[in-house]
């Protein structure tokens, strides 16, 4: 059974909570709930990051030790091996302290990944719960988070993620959300390759790449979604500034693609999705928007997807 809430609901003014990574979501979630009222200690271990933070108000602290006083934590971290190891260094510094702490995992990491923190945790008398993003940076305010964990740890989450969410819901125990989140990131995978493959053969079709996304975009058809309006018009502009890198689309592909042997259910469109990721890493092109995977076959078949107005002679 699942419960939901609409954010604006309930809030978490005068809470004492913790961030750990301050990168695109996780900054805009500390300033959020700084926004709202809440007392945030924030970790990243970037100076630039722990900068900005400061100037939105959050305390920033050298370790993730240093949050055992927390209420809660919420974590905002790349991989699964991180987000294990900083769980065991907050569920250690709260059990040593006498302290009680509730950690919201807002990465994306697979739902064993998710059981093993939660055990970690739960041996030190702590809890965790997945309760991973869906939504893009700029959406913030309009997040949805899943949630795996008890329905006192669903309300908890209700409460302290109010400010940055349009609705945040339980949908099971602990994994359940982060398979919900990777099934996710396995679907936008899959729209962003075959947006590189249309734009390339586009252009082989002797279309100009720009207005042909300009008028499918502007069809209203069914084929027109947020992350096509997105990457679709950067790459025809020559623009992979990342909101998503390649990197990350591949680690999250990854775990969704691992999910599916597990479960012996296959997976050949994402499968092949990914196959485009990985030729893109291997290109260098890691730490580029997850569109950057277009350049690898524009290599391939020599096609320039640029609109036509920017292109040169």
């Known amino acids: 059974m699942t419960s939901a809430v609409e954010s604006t609901d309930l809030g978490p003014a005068g809470m004492a909570i913790g961030v750990v990574g301050l990168g695109a979501m996780g900054l805009r979630l500390a300033t959020g709930l700084v926004d709202a009222g809440a007392q945030v200690t924030a970790v990243d271990p970037s100076p630039e990051a722990a900068t900005r933070a400061g100037e939105a108000g959050v305390t920033v602290v050298p370790a993730a030790a240093d949050l055992a006083g927390c209420e809660v934590v919420v974590l905002s971290l790349p991989t699964p091996r991180l987000v294990l190891d900083v769980v065991t260094q907050l569920a250690d510094a709260a059990a040593a302290a006498g302290a009680h702490l509730t950690v919201l995992d807002t990465s994306t990491v697979g739902p064993a990944d998710a059981r093993a923190a939660a055990e970690v945790a739960a041996a030190r008398g702590q809890v965790y719960a997945d309760t991973p993003i869906l939504g893009r940076p700029e959406s913030v305010g309009r997040w949805t988070f899943p949630v795996g964990g008890s329905a006192e740890t669903v309300a908890l989450a209700q409460r302290v993620l109010a400010p940055v969410a349009g609705l945040v819901e339980g949908v099971g125990d602990v994994g359940a959300a982060s398979a919900t989140k990777v099934l996710n990131n396995l679907m936008l995978g899959t729209i962003n390759a075959v947006t590189a493959e249309l734009l390339v053969l586009a252009d082989a079709a002797g279309l100009d790449p720009g207005r042909w996304v300009d008028l499918v975009v502007g069809s209203g058809a069914a084929s027109v979604s947020p992350l096509f309006r997105d990457v679709a018009a950067r790459a025809v502009d020559g623009d992979f500034e ?72």
């Open 242 to 313: 990342p909101t998503f890198t390649v990197q990350l689309m591949h680690k999250d592909n990854s775990l969704a693609l691992d999910l599916a042997d597990q479960l012996r259910v296959p997976m050949i469109t994402g499968t092949a999705a990914q196959h485009l990721n990985t030729m893109a890493l291997s290109a260098g092109h890691g730490a580029e928007d997850s569109i950057a995977v277009v350049k690898v076959l524009q290599t391939i078949t020599g096609r320039d997807v640029r609109r036509h107005a920017h292109r040169t002679t």
